[in-house]
């Protein structure tokens, strides 16, 4: 079947069209840091967090667990970020997350993990009060860096959880009973004063609307 001139260019209007609708109603990245302070961000207990050289610093001092907050809730995104560990003790990115007023306790939520000791099973998911609810395959286990700057991708879409570490996927999981679908974001220091956590480069595509 031959088109005709008209009906080619017909076509061809619409799937330019179509492209860039989808362009538009795609979410940007936009940066969750500033490199500069912490606006936007919630201290939740008294661990120190400060900024240095354009990264969040975040330093263990009591026996407590310490948190950074975003101050908005988040549904489905995308989100990049660096990180470094510099002490032992682990540390994650929680999302869905509540806390109970005035306490470092979560009341909901989960954590991807951040370790730097291998096979702790860094890029998988952790909370609920489940304990694990999924972790990378024992392969993956040396992808993380101990000592070194990190990058870490992590997609939230809806009950689907993807993570990768270092450009490895290091998960794609559905999860088929997840307890909060909305909360806060927040880096996580150890307890027992043992966490030193750089993050830097943070951005995030939110994907709620």
């Not at 989960?110 to 609920?128: F, K, L, N, S």
């Not at 088929?176 to 909305?182: I, K, L, R, T």
Request: net charge negative; aromatic share 12%; glycine share 12%.
């Amino acid at each position: 079947m031959r088109l005709s001139f008209t009906a080619i260019l017909a076509l061809l209007f619409s799937c330019q069209l179509f492209a860039q609708l989808s362009h538009a109603e795609t979410p940007q990245w936009e940066r969750l840091f500033n490199g500069k302070d912490l606006s936007g961000w919630e201290e939740i207990g008294d661990e120190n967090w400060t900024v240095e050289e354009g990264a969040i610093y975040g330093e263990g001092i009591t026996k407590e667990y310490g948190y950074l907050a975003t101050e908005k809730k988040y549904k489905s995104f995308h989100l990049s970020l660096r990180f470094k560990c510099e002490a032992s003790g682990n540390s994650g990115i929680y999302f869905h997350t509540t806390f109970e007023p005035g306490t470092v306790t979560v009341s909901e939520g989960r954590q991807v993990e951040i370790d730097r000791t291998i096979g702790h099973h860094t890029g998988g998911v952790y909370g609920d009060g489940k304990g694990w609810i999924v972790w990378p395959a024992p392969e993956l286990e040396t992808v993380i860096r101990p000592n070194d700057w990190n990058e870490m991708l992590i997609k939230v879409e809806g009950n689907r959880y993807i993570t990768y570490l270092n450009g490895v996927q290091m998960i794609d999981y559905t999860y088929p009973s997840p307890g909060a679908s909305e909360g806060v974001i927040a880096l996580q220091l150890h307890s027992g004063g043992q966490g030193r956590m750089r993050f830097k480069d943070i951005w995030i595509r939110d994907l709620s609307q």
